[in-house]
């Protein structure tokens, strides 16, 4: 079974920066796709960032380019999220998203982490 856990979510002010992290563990073969979510109150779940592991190629929602930036660490199965120029509508629940290979291909949700930026 493979299972993801992410680290770094908080409370931060208008303007400040945060770091995800999230790790996978089990019997992985490969991950080909890693990625960013998060769910404000009363919101669908939408994309924040993704990124593949064949180039490195990554892709933003328009609400978070320029601010955020997403990358990978293939050795450690872990995908981070670098969040500058925080601002109150980036307050949500984030989750981490991977494409997982073991015998099969799956994918898998972390359990989500909350960030909350307010003064």
């Known amino acids: 079974q493979v299972q993801l856990v992410e680290s770094g979510g908080g409370l931060v002010q208008p303007g400040g920066s945060l770091r995800l992290s999230c790790a996978a563990s089990g019997s992985i073969f490969s991950i080909p796709v890693m990625g960013w979510y998060r769910q404000a109150p009363g919101k669908q779940r939408e994309l924040v960032a993704v990124i593949t592991s064949a180039d490195s190629t990554t892709n933003y929602a328009d609400s978070v380019k320029g601010r955020f930036t997403i990358s990978r660490d293939n050795a450690k199965n872990t995908v981070y999220l670098q969040m500058n120029s925080l601002k109150p509508d980036d307050t949500a629940v984030y989750y981490c998203?991977?494409?997982?290979?073991?015998?099969?291909?799956?994918?898998?949700w972390g359990q989500g982490t909350q960030v909350t930026v307010s003064s």
């Open positions: 998203n991977m494409v997982v290979r073991t015998t099969t291909l799956n994918v898998y």
